[in-house]
């Protein structure tokens, strides 16, 4: 018969900002998907990969003082990069693709030109608030304070000639997709898709950039490249052959059985991905999962706040399985879940060093005490085994249903209530009280036997989560290649009669929390130091003032009223400011390197007044603006002091 096919994706990674513990919980969730459904005997395509254009790379290439390529390579392909993570993290993606593959972009050249001659992408003009530092376009609504959300300077009114693609000929659709289908999970994504994006009315999408060059070209008009979220949504089709011959399975695989994505990018998966596809005549996939953040104290990880937390230590010090099974144990996959180092040493503590660990150590070392390692035949007792036979025969089912719903949660509480339910029994049985009474030995041999084909069945479901663990229960209890099929995890004895067990170390050894709480706080604190620039400050003056002179300093609040840069001058501002006195002051500052002028209008700084008038570029300046100042990798930076705006101009300071 011919294996059922199951087609899973994960977002492709966009390398501007460190991978972390979030990336990690998307990849491993989709990765315990692709499993299990191995495990079910289908013939599985899991796809994860890079998403490689756009403005941000470029940027950080040229920050970084290399080529997009070649910091991009590092990234995927250098020391800790992101193949070296999914290694580690024993991510089983069938194929990896970067969407600066050679044929990826040929293929996105061909997509474009398709939708182009269909009609559905014109030639049009954007208009929109453009920050020139920047180089970026932005909408009304995307501005933070009327000013640019990635660098909060002042932005302009621009337009540029651009390629738009028809959104709004597919917006029925594309509500009726999401309203009358399950097409989008879960199902509370919905209204916000359609509420919040489609009803208010599906504008026309930009698809195309003259601004910047790190892009898929449009081949047949040179001087623009491919939006990045259509080179990176086509990914998922590109991968397997579409428009191109390096694959050859898109007839096999697609349509898509289900994207995984996080919940701010189930906009781009839910509307205009099938509005694209639509556009092309494919079919459409059959679900997009929006799943939920990992946040700390509530807050998105971020790397001002230094929280963003790194995966590597924690699996160095964990184990992988142990951080896998953690990720889709604790946390519901549609909504956010607080992620915090102390909740991860306790759940394995709790439930893979006590429950699970116990289980199969305490099973293991009493078969091998009491019966030399092979299980004689056994004396069944009905009504002391009926439950715990009846619960773990109905276990595959139950994990089953949750599985398909992608309730990883839900999933791993049935098996620990199996484990719970298993550990309970022995204290029931008492095997040690059985082991002294010779007459009982055959009622002790039913009663290990149990206890093993609980551990095969829960072994074998959690094949999916802790692949290597998985492997090494098997070979304590004696479980050969036969006894793990998913078949076979709902049939009660499956293990042969006369089981042998083999002993080992413990599963997953205790865990000291405050010990390992301490390693952590110093490897972070020891990242965050390595990531700050080097820094350096002026030696404290040895000389000292007199107390009366420091006094006679008169040193203010001002405000700035106005500020401009002097003609013929890198360095210098000429601030007109507020000093309480009811008239104008001048004074000029060598700041220009550091900030922009419209960008001071208004603040409230500090400045000595009582210095002699000095001209400058033939201006007087009355007085001096008080900066911070320090070197950062041997280049001066200065700080412009500024105080509460509630301070009024003129205040004095002491
Ligand atoms: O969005 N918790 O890439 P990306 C959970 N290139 N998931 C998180 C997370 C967190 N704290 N932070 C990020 C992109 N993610 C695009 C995708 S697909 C055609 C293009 C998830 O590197 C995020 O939600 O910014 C997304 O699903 C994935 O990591 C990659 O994010």
Redesign the pocket.
Known sequence: MEKKKFYIT????????K?????T??TVSADAMARYKRLQGCDVMFLTG??EHGQKIENKAKEAGVTPKEFLDNIVAGPKGVLDLWKLMNISNDRFIRTTDDYHCAAIQRIFKKMYDKGDIYKGSYKGKYCTPCESFWTESQLVNGRCPDCGREVHDAEEEAYFFRLSKYADKVQDLLENTDFLQPRSRVNEMVNNFIKPGLEDLCVSRTSFSWGIPVDFDPGHVVY??VD??S??ITALGYQNDRYDDFEKYWPCDV???????VR??SII?PAMLMSLELPLPKHVYG?????IDGG??SKSKGNVVDPYPLAEMFGVDALRFFLLRTFPFGT?GN?SNELLIKTINIDLANDLGNLVSRTVAMVEKYFDSTLPAGQEDADADADLIGMVSGLRDRYEDAMERFQFQDALEEIFKVIGRANKYIDENMPWALAKDESKKARLAAVMYNLLETVRVCGTLLIPFMPETADKIFARIGADETCRTWDNAAVWGVLPKEATVVKGDALFPRIDEEKALEELDALREAQMKAALPAVETEPLTEENVDFDTFCKSDLRAVKVKACEAVKKSDKLLKFTLDDGSGTDRTILSGIHHDYEPEDLIGKTCVAILNLPPRKMMGIPSCGMLISAVHKEHGEEKLHLLMVDDSIPAGAKLC
């Not at 991978?19 to 990336?23: E, F, R, S």
């Not at 994207?259 to 990018?265: A, L, Q, S």
């Open positions: 994960t977002p492709i990674y966009y390398p501007s900002a991978l972390h513990i979030g990336h919980y998307c890079t998403d990045v979220w990176a949504l990914n998922y994207h995984f994505v996080g919940k701010e990018i781009f998966h991905w799943h939920g953040w990992l946040v998105k990880m956010d992620f």
